[in-house]
């Protein structure tokens, strides 16, 4: 303090005596000093006690001395340490947070750090001063212009962000602060970038190719990669930064192989092991797999993820990854968060889940690592993030891929039941059947995964019998499914994940609905959930679950069952339920919250346990399926099944309806062609009857032509006998000559208007020419329209020849379908009458739908 | 895959005469006719090989809009060679070629290779530049002058792989201070002439096959 009385001093000169003068007059006169100061020194020490006054005095600072300060930028480039002083009292003007020595100071608002900023925006050219100021080697001088560029920054980064991206050097200029040799100017440069490139991808991209993947590696190693200090945390955050949601820079990361580069880093060092993990260490690490996710994150385009998946295998980070997985000591929240990564490096790539299906654990005896994943899972005693993170690694491994889907089940086969080491299949059945009703769901969602567009795996899960107790006979999985359900203490969200794998199951499986509808009161069961009237958000989800696997059951139903075929189990909705009530409850799963979380993205993310109802790949099907249930469902009606396309196969109806899309297509084109061509007659009519008349006219005028010229004639006889009775005629005889002058320009105009006429005629035959022959084009177009309007029919009778074909072959096997089969001739005919008669009426469709 | 030097290349001009296109025929042999517009920079790769040696070709396509401009010009300091396009059946585009060159001579650094590209050949019936004007203005202007089709193919490889020759010509020179990486120019790890047993993800790109060495 007394240091800066004493500057004070100096640059006011020594106060009157018995006269303080207050904070604003000080700050006042300093301003005024650095304004209009031709001293440098002056000018510099004004700056300097600005500086240390604008903490206590930052509203006076900044209200009278920003444009004093941007001035001093402007003007005094050439002295580093005034420039330093400016742009240190700038950056505490604008600084967000509250400094003590204003804690007392009523009229310092939250915000004033933010309006200060707001201020300084205004003119953008002013953050280009401070971005120059970067290539200013002076220390005090870059460090400071860092400083109050990442505080500007923090305030608002939209604004600064468009303005370094439209200042061309701005990125290149902030990249060389990275080979700063003076590690508090590349540290702080770090930072400054990582806030520069948030939520820009414009800016990522210009950072990229400024080479900073080179020098956040170059940094990284420098520091001892994970083992290194905050600075590794930091260089990581910026990659991440660089990556996340940017397909031109992941691609970039690809093609420059730095994944490779990547990879030796997550070998865990035998000290690490034995000593443990320091803070930052976890840190560090956390990050690196945030950068691998990055990469591979299901949301990225399919050809990123799977390039750098193969990339991850061949170049040993997936084998690295894996021996983290397997190795001990490793902290519980890496080890979740590991599992998450390994999970996406092999999603949908079946090398890579092949390799860890390979991957075994250093268990005594040794288990494959995916059975001891599994063994977390169904562990009540593991924290719930790390059961989710191996349910959600699980599920990656049989995403796509049939091989592992199918040695899953394989596992559940009864010849393989003697085997006795523990097996992915045992594991979890037990879960299904354990108390902890989430071992329950996690179980149920993790088989469901084994089914996922599989058939074949579908029917063998039929085939798993289960030895429930000592004595009694086994029973069928889906059986047990079945009673699982209608046991008071299996446990809502238990429930939640039966119903999921039972619909997963039974969905384009028409020998599996067979099977379940075969099971003992499945149906009643399903019944009676519909229509309960509980009221309670999670018991809609049942009820809405329940109704869609009523809807499947309906949708996939091959109509063998006596008493279980669609009509009969419609029949049921519509008499127990209602339609609307039915569609309704439907409608119920996706209104539930828990459907808009899970359907967010396939990783499972949950606070806590009670979250966890609906999977990620269950709303894919859920909405894949919802709308042709109700339609199916829809299309019965209380009277009976209704004669519609949807007794048809779903393929036949969609054939049908387009054909019959075409058909009121080429209907509308005709009928419009019919009203061209009867206008064009009515047309052609008018042209006629006036072409007629123009050549009445004509033969009229030619009549009074020929009749004129005789006269003519007679008149130039007479007119020449008068001539030679007189040598001077026309004065002489002035009589003959009058009506002679007239007559002749009489035919000159009647033989202009002849020419006239006959023009007329010329120009009328023409165009009736021109009319004939469009009229002529339109009737062929017509022709060409009613053709192929033939072969449409010919192609739709086919069609139908053939759905008729493969009933009979349906029914040559045994199925019953008696009654569609005379439905879909009457159908036919029906439709065959639509498009006959649509031809000569505009009515196009004249049947009704009873 | 370890190559002996690596080159930055961007593509520049106008929206719509077929950079991004172009990128797609030289990094993945397809040609896709319906294209979305770049927004900002998308990025390709590719190896070639020039006397013997790997070069690993890093390539930024960028928007041609007005609005994206001052981004383009961030690009400029950091590239060795610039691909300049304009559609010879548009005339707008190459008037707009002086704006383009200006706009990159104040930019780059003054070594950058810019090759000119007169692109979508394949449509001489719809010619509104002849290929005599190409000429002449990169004759005026010191460029190398190419017509291509990115829908063909044609000439694609040539336009990447002679820009690498004349980067390549003017490191032999040392015209280029390669070890500073602000030219767009970066020296392999491996820098003795190339390994024949490398596998062949650089060389499946054919440019052996090109003809043009
Ligand atoms: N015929 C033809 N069309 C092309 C050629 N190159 C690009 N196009 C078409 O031109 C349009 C613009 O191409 P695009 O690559 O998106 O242009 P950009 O804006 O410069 O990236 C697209 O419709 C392309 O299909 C070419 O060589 N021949
Ligand atoms: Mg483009």
């Known amino acids: ?850 | 895959m370890s190559y002996a030097y690596l080159f930055k290349y961007i593509i520049i001009g106008d929206t719509g005469v077929g950079k991004s296109c172009l990128l797609l025929q030289f990094t993945d042999k397809r040609f896709q006719p319906v294209h979305d517009l770049t927004i900002g920079v998308e990025f390709g790769a590719r190896m070639i090989t020039i006397d013997g040696k790997q070069i690993k070709l890093q390539i930024w396509d960028t928007a041609g809009q007005e609005a994206f401009r001052s981004i383009t010009r961030s690009y400029y300091r950091g590239a060795a060679g610039a691909l300049l396009v304009y559609d010879i059946t548009r005339r707008e585009t190459f008037n707009h070629l002086t704006t383009w060159l200006e706009d990159a001579r104040q930019h780059s650094n003054s070594n950058m290779v810019i090759m000119l590209i007169g692109n979508k050949s394949d449509l001489d019936s719809r010619r509104e530049v002849k290929k005599e004007e190409g000429e002449a203005f990169a004759r005026e202007h010191g460029l190398v002058f190419m017509e291509t089709s990115a829908r063909t193919a044609a000439n694609v490889e040539e336009a990447f792989i002679n820009t690498a020759k004349e980067i390549y010509e003017k490191i032999q020179e040392g015209v280029f201070d390669i070890n500073n990486e602000a030219n767009g120019i970066k020296i392999g790890q491996q820098h003795s002439p190339t390994n024949p047993s490398l596998p062949g993800a650089g060389n499946q790109g054919g440019s052996t096959s090109s003809g043009c060495c």
């Not at chain 1, 196969?649 to 084109?669: C, F, G, H």
């Open chain 1, 1 to 850: 303090m007394d240091f800066l009385k004493s500057g004070l001093k100096t640059v006011l000169g020594a106060p009157e005596p018995g006269q303080q003068p207050t904070g604003a007059e000080t700050v006042e006169r300093l301003v005024e000093r650095v304004n209009s100061s031709t001293l440098l020194d002056d000018r510099r020490d004004a700056c300097r006690a600005l500086k240390a006054l604008s903490r206590k005095y930052r509203i006076e600072v900044g209200a009278q001395g920003m444009s004093a300060l941007i001035q001093v930028l402007q003007m005094d480039r050439a002295d580093c340490e005034i420039i330093s002083y400016a742009l240190d009292t700038l950056c505490q003007i604008v600084t967000p947070e509250q400094f003590d020595e204003e804690a007392d100071n009523p009229t310092v608002s939250v915000n004033v750090g933010e309006q200060f900023t707001e201020m300084f925006l205004k003119n953008s050219e002013n953050v280009t001063l401070v971005l120059g100021y970067l290539e200013e080697y002076d220390f005090r001088v870059r460090w400071s212009a860092i400083k109050l560029l990442t505080t500007l920054l923090a305030n608002k980064t939209k604004d600064i962000q468009e303005i370094v991206l439209v200042s061309p050097m701005a990125v290149s200029k902030l990249m060389d602060l990275l080979i700063d040799s003076r590690e508090v100017i590349r540290n702080d440069a770090l930072l400054l970038l990582i806030q520069l490139t948030k939520g820009n991808a414009n800016i990522q991209k210009i950072v990229a190719f400024e080479n900073a993947f080179d020098r956040l590696f170059d940094v990284v190693r420098d520091e001892g990669c994970s083992d290194g200090g905050i600075i590794v945390e930091d260089c990581l955050i910026l990659m991440l930064n660089l990556l996340k949601n940017n397909s031109s820079n992941q691609q970039f990361f690809k093609e420059g192989s730095y994944i490779q580069r990547l990879a030796p880093m997550f070998t865990i060092a035998p000290e690490t092991e034995e000593n443990g993990w320091t803070p930052q260490k976890v840190s560090n690490m956390h990050c690196m797999l945030q950068v691998v996710r990055a990469l591979v994150s299901p949301s990225n385009q399919l050809q990123i993820i799977s390039s750098c998946q193969k990339t991850m295998r061949t170049c040993g980070l997936l084998e690295a990854l894996c021996n983290m997985l397997m190795g001990s000591g490793v902290p519980a929240d890496i080890l979740t968060e590991t599992i998450n990564t390994v999970g996406e490096v092999i999603r949908g790539d079946l090398s890579n889940q092949e390799y860890l299906s390979t991957v075994m654990a250093p268990s005594n005896p040794p288990r494959p690592a995916i059975v001891v994943l599994l063994m977390s899972m169904v562990n009540e005693k593991q924290p719930l993030s790390l059961r989710c993170a191996v349910l959600y690694c699980f599920q990656c491994f049989q995403y796509r891929n049939e091989v592992g889907q199918a040695s899953l089940v394989q596992t559940l086969l009864p010849s393989s039941s003697e085997v006795s080491s523990l097996t992915a299949g045992q594991l979890l059945c037990g879960g299904l059947f354990s108390t902890d009703s989430l071992a329950n769901w996690l179980s149920a969602v993790a088989l469901m995964h084994a089914l996922i567009e599989n058939p074949a795996q579908k029917e063998q899960l039929l085939r798993v019998l289960l030895a429930t107790s000592v004595g009694s006979p086994p029973v069928s999985l889906l059986q047990q499914c079945t009673t699982l359900l209608q046991q008071s203490n299996y446990k809502l969200q238990s429930k939640v994940g039966i119903l999921m794998l039972l619909s997963t199951w039974l969905s384009h499986c028409q020998v599996c609905v067979k099977a379940f509808l075969s099971t003992p009161s499945s149906v009643a069961y399903l019944i009676a959930q519909v229509s309960a009237n509980e009221h309670d958000e999670n018991e809609y989800l049942i009820q809405g679950l329940c109704s869609f696997l009523m809807g499947i059951c309906i949708q996939f139903n091959d109509n063998s069952l006596q008493n279980n075929k669609r009509e009969d189990l419609c029949q049921l909705i519509v008499k127990r339920i209602g339609l609307e009530m039915f569609t309704a409850k439907l409608g119920d799963v996706s209104k539930h919250e828990a459907y808009s979380r899970a359907a967010k993205q396939p990783q499972i993310r949950a606070k806590s346990a009670s979250e966890l109802l609906l999977d990620y790949e269950f709303c894919k099907l859920f909405k894949a399926l919802e709308s042709v249930i109700t339609k199916t469902v829809n299309g019965y009606d209380v009277n009976g099944p209704n004669l519609t396309e949807l007794t048809l196969s779903s393929e036949a109806s969609d054939l049908v309806s387009q054909y019959k899309d075409i058909i009121r297509e080429q209907d509308n084109k005709m009928n419009d062609m019919k009203q061209k061509i009867a206008a064009l007659e009515v047309q052609n009519e008018t042209i006629q009857r006036q072409l007629t008349d123009a050549l009445t006219a004509n033969s009229q005028l030619t009549d009074q032509n020929i009749l004129l010229k005789a006269q003519l004639t007679a008149a130039a006889g007479a007119g020449a006998a008068a001539a030679s009775a007189s040598a001077e005629p026309e004065p002489a005889n002035p009589t003959t000559s009058e009506p002679h002058v007239a007559l002749n320009t009489q035919i000159s105009f009647y033989q202009s208007e002849n020419a006239r006429l006959l023009e007329e005629i010329e120009a009328l035959k023409i165009s009736l020419h021109d009319k004939s022959r469009n009229s002529s084009s339109v009737v062929e177009e017509f022709e060409h329209l009613k053709k192929d309007q033939e072969d449409l029919l010919e192609l739709l009778t086919d069609q139908e020849k053939k759905i008729l074909k493969y009933k009979q072959i349906l029914q040559n096997l045994g199925e019953n379908v008696d009654t569609e089969d005379e439905l879909d001739d009457e159908d036919f005919m029906e439709r065959r009458e639509t498009t006959s008669t649509s031809l000569t009426s505009t009515d196009d469709h004249p049947r009704s739908e009873s």
